[in-house]
C-alpha cells in the first residue's frame, strides 16, 4: 500500500471554516463509493486554523489519472468538487484550477 499526502487552504472565514467542517461530517455516499471505487483504501482529513493536510493510503491499482478521468465523469463527484470551492482557496503555487497539492515526503521514521 502506498500513501499520498496533500495539503490545501480555506479562505480565512470562520464562518465558512465552520461550514467546511460541517459538510465533512455529513459527506454524500456517492462520493464515499467514488473514493473507495478508485483504490483508495483510506482517507484522512486534518485542519488547522484554515490550513488542510489530507492523508491517502491507496491499493497497488490506484492511479492519479484514472481517479481523475473517474471524477470528471461522475456528476455527483463534480457537484460536491463545485459545493468544495466555495470554501477552498487554491494555494500559492497551485497550478490554475488545482485543489489538493500533492506533498514530498522529506522524513520518514521506519
Known amino acids: 500500500m ?3 499526502c496533500f495539503t490545501l487552504d480555506l479562505y480565512d472565514d470562520p464562518e465558512l471554516i465552520r461550514g467546511y467542517d460541517q459538510w465533512h461530517q455529513q459527506v454524500w ?4 463509493d467514488s473514493i473507495r471505487a478508485s483504490g483508495i483504501v ?3 482529513i486534518y485542519r488547522i ?3 488542510l493536510f489530507m492523508i491517502m493510503d491507496v491499493n497497488d491499482q490506484f492511479n492519479f489519472e ?3 478521468s473517474m471524477d470528471l465523469d461522475n456528476e455527483k463527484v463534480q457537484q ?6 466555495q470554501f477552498q482557496k487554491g494555494l500559492p503555487f497551485a497550478k490554475p484550477g488545482e485543489k489538493w497539492v ?3 515526503e522529506i522524513f520518514s521514521l521506519k
Request: no cysteine.
Open 2 to 4: 502506498k500513501r499520498h
Open 49 to 51: 486554523s484554515n490550513r
Open 80 to 85: 460536491w468538487e463545485t459545493l468544495m470551492w
Open 66 to 68: 484514472l481517479k481523475a
Open 42 to 44: 483510506t482517507m484522512q
Open 29 to 32: 455516499p456517492e462520493i464515499i
Open 102 to 104: 500533492l506533498m514530498n
